[in-house]
């Protein structure tokens, strides 16, 4: 069974910082990419970033500059430095990954941790 294990996230004041970290647990093989993801109440869910294997980065324009995405491939890990945060990034994250259990591709999601940007 593959799992994508979050954690971090949690309440920040406007202009802190947090990070999130996720890992895929299982047997997985060619993840590409991996991201995160957010959604708030009554709206859809939309990519924040994601990032594949060669390292290329891809950033939703609302948070470029302050955002940051990196992986490992050898651990299966892909973590979100959020700086300079504002109050309209709380959302619950998801991490995502598509990856190879038997023969095609899946998407594969996170349980969700929530962020909320508060004074």
């Known amino acids: 069974q593959v799992q994508l294990v979050e954690s971090g996230g949690g309440l920040v004041q406007p202009g802190g910082s947090l990070r999130l970290s996720c890992a895929a647990a299982g047997s997985m093989f060619r993840i590409n990419p991996m991201g995160w993801y957010r959604q708030v109440p009554g709206k859809q869910r939309e990519l924040v970033a994601e990032?594949?294997?060669?390292?290329?980065?891809n950033y939703a324009d609302s948070v470029k500059g302050r955002f940051t995405i990196s992986r490992d491939n050898a651990k299966n890990t892909v973590s979100l430095q959020l700086n300079s945060l504002k109050p309209e990034a709380t959302a619950v994250y998801y991490c995502?990954?598509?990856?190879?259990?038997?023969?095609?591709?899946?998407?594969?999601w996170g349980q969700g941790t929530q962020v909320t940007v508060s004074s």
């Open positions: 995502h990954a598509v990856g190879v259990i038997f023969s095609a591709p899946e998407h594969f």
């Open positions: 990032v594949t294997s060669d390292g290329s980065a």
